[in-house]
């Protein structure tokens, strides 16, 4: 598609009060900017079977969430516009549960090939987490779909950077495998956290840093919020795409059956806090459902979220944001 | 005390201050290790897999597969376990003087460990690269309590320090190495942020020879903001070890601005006279510039001089300085003034005592010098 330089300009300008969600950086420039999106695929859409979904169905999905997100008329062009050809792209997966509830291989090999149609090699993909082990244990072997697969603590010297970097009030230090890559998609599940209420996008980049422990205070709040406002995840997190095949209710974020749901479903979005709003939402819509309390009657209602919109990473608010079912 | 140039770097060489602590690298010990994990002492099961821990006073809800703040202890299927039990990254063999502990086996070496993590973030500390980082993140090896303690005795040192991090949190690590210490002579001394709950520090107490304990200020909002911790816990721990009448040393690292004011040092002073008593050793320490603190400069040796002298005003009459060199590093008899211990950095040499006394007045000396 060919964007003719007034376009372009409109287009940018109209892209800068976004600016502080996640931008595009591929050869063209996402469409459209309106409010924040939320694709949901519709409950029940993804069976999971052997811990997993099927990649075909997945990709569909993908594909018309994509063009949704972008405006562009074929999934390839919307790729396009997140993602340049040359970009080295970090997947960033969710897999301390093990198999039972990390991100599903279906979906990290759909978005393999939906980066595959925007040109970047397979030697430019890198599939992680924070450690080799946990990766092995959801499922992931070493080399995925020719992709590279590994933990950060695969680098001597334990795979952070020396450097401490700030943002808000605990400084950490990430790894060294957000430095490498040009961009990020984050490919975290949707469960129920012991602390922080829920675990959807943004405290999976907990996986990121090297003491996330010192970030759990006060129910990680406002830490999670903090940690995402670092320009690094601020600049290189192009998409998320959050696997809620099977969600977890209760007793988070571990696998605990009794309280393990399959719901079927994948949320996609570029707006971190918009996403975690939707995914509270469900969980407590699924809490209700099973007889549980509330997330606040629990002490534990996710008010990261709500830091997260005080320091502007997005939005919150049902009226703003765009939930589009497929 | 006038020293000649000669004569100061003769001495540093001797203590060793001109180049770092080795790193002992003995065959015995292999690096990368990463240790089985044991199951902690201090903690309580809520159901549903999810703990309580009841080392610190943190006192963390962890849920399973999750860790407390420490990063050191995981829950595995509703048990915590410690996953640094003789696992320490950090094995040196250094002058007990370094720790600072003054009374307590002056002039002798200590082996010193230590594993990964803090249940503090001390936006300050010396040793962030080990006591920020989970086990996972740094090289470490397996060396067993017995084996510790095999150890320090090969290499000439009368005493096991559990220093650098925290000790706090390996705990059960520390424990065992003072039982093993306390069967074979060699004391085990714990250099501590004192942020640990009563009853395992009075477990503690029955095997450890000596603790120091860092009172990083005496308000609640400078251990708040620059510590995540607080100072009610540590007064209390002090009170324990007053109670259980083991030999303890306090030190105060001094940062501009921060915790240098007159107030505090003299209510903390006049706090530890009243509480702990006036034999207590209290060491200012020269703050430098690091970690996430770096845009407070050094801090002025005439401001912990200064610390130093409101102490002794205060009533302390075992006042020291520390990271700077000074004659006010030096034991002086609290009675007649005579000069008692000399220190020079790490170097001491005992001038003027008799056993436990001063030779010159008779005035018993607190600590253990023999």
């Known amino acids: 598609m060919n964007i003719s330089r007034r376009k372009f300009n409109k287009n940018l300008l109209s892209f800068l009060p976004a600016i502080n969600m996640i931008s595009g950086s591929g050869s063209g420039l996402m469409k459209r900017k309106r409010q924040s999106i939320v694709i949901q695929a519709e409950p029940g859409s993804f069976i999971r079977i052997n811990n997993d979904v099927n990649m075909e169905k997945v990709k569909k999905f993908l594909d018309k969430g994509i063009k949704k997100l972008t405006e562009y008329s074929s999934p390839d062009e919307g790729w396009r516009s997140m993602f340049s050809p040359g970009d080295k792209v970090g997947i960033k997966l969710s897999c301390l549960p093990g198999k039972p509830l990390s991100s599903s291989r279906g979906i990290v090999k759909a978005v393999i090939e939906g980066l595959a149609s925007a040109g970047i090699k397979e030697n430019n993909i890198l599939v992680w987490e924070r450690s080799n082990r946990e990766l092995q244990n959801a499922g992931f072997p070493l080399s995925f779909k020719g992709v590279r697969v590994y933990g950060t603590d695969q680098y001597a010297g334990g795979g952070y950077s020396s450097e401490i970097e700030f943002s808000g009030s605990v400084g950490t230090c990430f790894s060294k495998i957000m430095y490498e890559v040009d961009a990020l998609i984050n490919i975290p599940v949707l469960k129920d956290h012991d602390l922080s209420g829920i675990s959807c996008s943004m405290k999976n980049f907990y996986g990121a840093i090297y003491n996330p422990n010192k970030f759990h205070s006060n129910n990680c709040d406002p830490y999670i919020a903090e940690l995402n406002a670092h320009s690094i995840i601020k600049k290189k997190l192009k998409l998320v795409i959050c696997d809620a095949s099977r969600i977890q209710i209760n007793n988070g974020p571990a696998y605990y059956p009794k309280y393990s749901k399959n719901y079927g479903s994948v949320l996609m979005g570029t707006d971190q806090v918009a996403l975690d709003h939707t995914g509270w939402q469900i969980i407590e819509k699924e809490r209700k459902r099973a007889g549980l309390i509330s997330l606040k009657d629990a002490g534990r209602e996710p008010e990261y979220i709500e830091s997260a919109v005080k320091l502007g990473l997005g939005e919150n608010r049902d009226s703003k944001i765009d939930l589009i079912r497929i | ?370």
Not at chain 2, 137 to 149: D, I, M, R
Not at chain 2, 191 to 203: A, L, Y
Not at chain 2, 255 to 280: A, C, F, R, Y
Request: net charge positive.
């Open chain 2, 1 to 370: 005390m006038k020293r000649d140039r000669r004569n100061f770097i003769k001495l540093l060489m001797q203590a060793g201050v001109a180049s770092p602590s080795f790193m002992l690298m003995s065959p015995s010990l292999s690096g990368n290790v990463q240790s089985v994990p044991v199951e902690a002492k201090y903690y309580e099961k809520l159901g549903e897999k999810k703990i309580k821990c009841n080392l610190c006073p943190h006192e963390c809800r962890v849920a399973d597969l999750e860790r407390g703040t420490c990063g050191v202890r995981e829950n595995r299927g509703g048990k915590y376990f410690t996953l640094v039990h003789s696992n320490p990254c950090a094995v040196n063999v250094d002058p007990i003087e370094k720790k600072p502990v003054f009374h307590y086996l002056p002039g002798t070496k200590s082996f010193s460990i230590a594993t990964a993590g803090c249940n503090f973030v001390c936006k300050f500390c010396q040793n962030w690269e080990i006591s920020q980082k989970r086990p996972e993140q740094v090289k470490s090896f397996t060396l067993s309590p017995a084996g510790v303690n095999m150890l320090a005795k090969k290499r000439g040192c009368r005493t096991v320090a559990h220093t650098y991090s925290e000790p706090v949190i390996f705990f059960e690590y520390m424990l065992d190495c003072a039982i093993e210490g306390k069967r074979r002579g060699i004391p085990n001394v714990m250099i501590s942020n004192g942020f640990i709950q009563e009853k395992p520090m009075r477990e503690l107490c029955k095997y450890l020879g000596a603790v120091k304990i860092d009172l990083k200020a005496f308000t609640e909002k400078f251990y708040k903001e620059f510590c995540s911790g607080s100072l009610r816990p540590v007064l209390d721990t002090l009170l324990v070890l007053k109670d259980e009448g083991i030999w303890f040393e306090i030190v105060d690292l001094i940062i501009p601005t921060l915790n240098d004011s007159d107030t505090e040092i003299k209510k903390m002073s006049k706090w530890i006279v009243k509480e702990l008593g006036s034999d207590v050793p209290l060491h200012f320490s020269r703050y430098y510039p690091t970690f996430m603190l770096k845009n407070i400069p050094p801090t002025p040796p005439e401001t912990v001089l200064k610390a130093r002298k409101i102490a002794l005003d205060s009533g302390v009459r075992f006042a020291y300085v520390g990271n700077m060199i000074s004659d006010a590093e030096n034991t002086y008899c609290p009675s007649c003034n005579k000069l008692l211990i000399e220190r020079v950095g790490f170097h001491s040499s005992i001038k003027g005592m008799k056993k436990n006394k001063c030779k010159y007045c008779g005035e018993k000396i607190p600590g253990r010098f023999n």
